[in-house]
C-alpha cells in the first residue's frame, strides 16, 4: 500500500511540472513569458533584457544625422533597461539586396532589428519567416517581393511628413538670406529626401507669397534628383550620403552662384556642404533631420541657422518599451506635426534665428499642424 501510494505522489507531481511546463513559455532569452499575455497588458516580456540590432546604410551610426537619432533613440530605450543590449551593423554599399542580406545574415541572432533606411524595405518576407523577431523600419514601409506595400505583424514602420520640416527650413532660409538666394542639397532622391525638398519650396514659397520675402531658389541642372521611378525631380542631389567630396563641390557650386542659406539633408555628404559653407565665412547652412548645431562649429562661431527636424529618436523609444512590455503590434505609420514628430530647432542656444522669424514661422507650423497648410510632398496621397 505504501508502495502505491509513493508511486501515486510521483504521478501527481509530474502532472503538476506538466501543467507548468505548458503554461509558462520561454523567450528567445531564456526569459519566462506567460502564455495567457494578452497584448497591451504591460506584463514584461524580456525581463533579462532585449538583445538589439541596428542595421545601417552606407554611413553607419556615427554619422551625426539621420542614422546616429535612431541609435540615439535605442541608447535612451538602453538607460532604462541597462539589461538590454545594442549591437551597431553597417552594409556599406547602400545597395537594396545587400542592405536585406545584411538583416538575414543576423536575424537569428538578435531579439528586435532597427533598420535605417528607405533600402531596407525589402525586409517584408525575412519579417514573416522570422515571427519571433520583432522589426523597426525607419523611413520605409515594407514591401512584397512585387514591390508592393503590406502590413507585416512584427514590423512597425514609420515615415514622416518631412515636407512639413523642409518647410519650415524653407520659411527660415526666406526670412534670413541676405543675398536673396537659398538652396537645398540633398543626399539620394527618396522619398524622404524628396519630401524635405518640396517641403522647403513649399516654405519659400509660402514666405514669398504671405510675409513678401523674395528669395529665389537655386538648382544646378547637372546634379538634378532622379527618383526611384526614373523622373527627374530637380534640386541638388549628391547621389550619396557618404560622398563628403562631391558634397563640398555641390555647395562651392551654389554659393559660387550667392547662395548665402542651404538646407542640408545630405547625410555624411552634407558634411562636404558645410566645410564649403565655413571655408565661405558669409554662409549659413540649416541642418537636417536632427539638431546639428553643435556639428558645425568654425572657430568662435557657428554656420547652423537652424535644424529641420523629425522625431526618430522618441518614436523608436516608444516603439521598443511597446516590444519590452508586450504591446508591440505592426503598423505603416505616417508620422508628422499632429503627433509632434515634425518641426524645427528654435531651443534658446541652438538656432540663430531672429525672433521676428520664429514668430512667422511658429504661426505658419500651427495652420501646417492642423491641415489649414499643406506643403507639396513627393506622395500625393498624403
Given at each position: 500500500?505504501?508502495?502505491?501510494?509513493?508511486n501515486i505522489m510521483v504521478v501527481l507531481l509530474c502532472v503538476i511540472l506538466a501543467v507548468i511546463s505548458v503554461g509558462c513559455g520561454k523567450s528567445k532569452n531564456g526569459n519566462v513569458e506567460s502564455s495567457g499575455t494578452e497584448s497591451g497588458s504591460g506584463q514584461e516580456i524580456y525581463m533579462n533584457g532585449m538583445k538589439i540590432a541596428i542595421v545601417s546604410s552606407p554611413s553607419g551610426v556615427?554619422?551625426?544625422?539621420?542614422?546616429?537619432?535612431?541609435?540615439?533613440?535605442i541608447l535612451a530605450f538602453i538607460a532604462d533597461n541597462p539589461e538590454s543590449s545594442i549591437t551597431p551593423v553597417k552594409e556599406p554599399s547602400g545597395d537594396v539586396a545587400s542592405a536585406v542580406q545584411a538583416v538575414a545574415d543576423i536575424v537569428a541572432d538578435y531579439d528586435v532589428i532597427v533598420c535605417c533606411g528607405f533600402q531596407f524595405a525589402g525586409i517584408a518576407e525575412l519579417a514573416e519567416d522570422n515571427p519571433e523577431v520583432s522589426f523597426i523600419?525607419?523611413?520605409?514601409?515594407?514591401?512584397?517581393?512585387s514591390g508592393n506595400e503590406v502590413v507585416v505583424d512584427n514590423i512597425y514602420a514609420m515615415l514622416f511628413k518631412e515636407q512639413e520640416s523642409g518647410f519650415c527650413a524653407g520659411m527660415a532660409a526666406a526670412f534670413e538670406t541676405k543675398s536673396g538666394k537659398v538652396a537645398v542639397v540633398n543626399g539620394v532622391a527618396y522619398p524622404s529626401n524628396v519630401n524635405y525638398q518640396y517641403g522647403f519650396m513649399s516654405g519659400v514659397a509660402y514666405a514669398n507669397e504671405q510675409y513678401g520675402t523674395s528669395a529665389e531658389i537655386v538648382e544646378l541642372p547637372s546634379y538634378a534628383g532622379i527618383d526611384s521611378k526614373g523622373n527627374s525631380v530637380g534640386g541638388n542631389y549628391v547621389g550619396s550620403f557618404s560622398d563628403e567630396a562631391t558634397g563640398k563641390v555641390v555647395g562651392q557650386a551654389l554659393i559660387d552662384k550667392g547662395c548665402d542659406v542651404i538646407f542640408v539633408v545630405a547625410g555624411a555628404s552634407g558634411n562636404g556642404v558645410f566645410t564649403a559653407a565655413?571655408?565661405?565665412?558669409?554662409?549659413f547652412c540649416i541642418g537636417g533631420d536632427?539638431?546639428?548645431?553643435d556639428d558645425v562649429v568654425s572657430g568662435s562661431s557657428n554656420i547652423i541657422l537652424t535644424s529641420g527636424l523629425k522625431m526618430m529618436d522618441k518614436n523608436v523609444e516608444e516603439q521598443l518599451h511597446k516590444i519590452k512590455n508586450g504591446s508591440f503590434q505592426g503598423e505603416n505609420a505616417l508620422l508628422g506635426?499632429?503627433?509632434?514628430?515634425?518641426g524645427y530647432v528654435k531651443a534658446s542656444g541652438r538656432h540663430q534665428l531672429s525672433e521676428d522669424t520664429i514668430t512667422?514661422?511658429?504661426?505658419?507650423?500651427?495652420?501646417?499642424?492642423n491641415?489649414?497648410?499643406?506643403?507639396?510632398t513627393a506622395n500625393p496621397e498624403e
Open positions: 500500500m505504501k508502495r502505491n501510494c509513493k556615427d554619422d551625426n544625422g539621420f542614422n546616429k537619432n535612431i541609435y540615439d533613440g523600419l525607419v523611413d520605409s514601409y515594407p514591401v512584397d517581393a565655413k571655408e565661405a565665412g558669409n554662409v536632427v539638431d546639428q548645431f506635426a499632429d503627433t509632434d514628430s515634425t512667422k514661422m511658429d504661426e505658419a507650423f500651427v495652420k501646417v499642424k491641415g489649414e497648410v499643406v506643403p507639396a
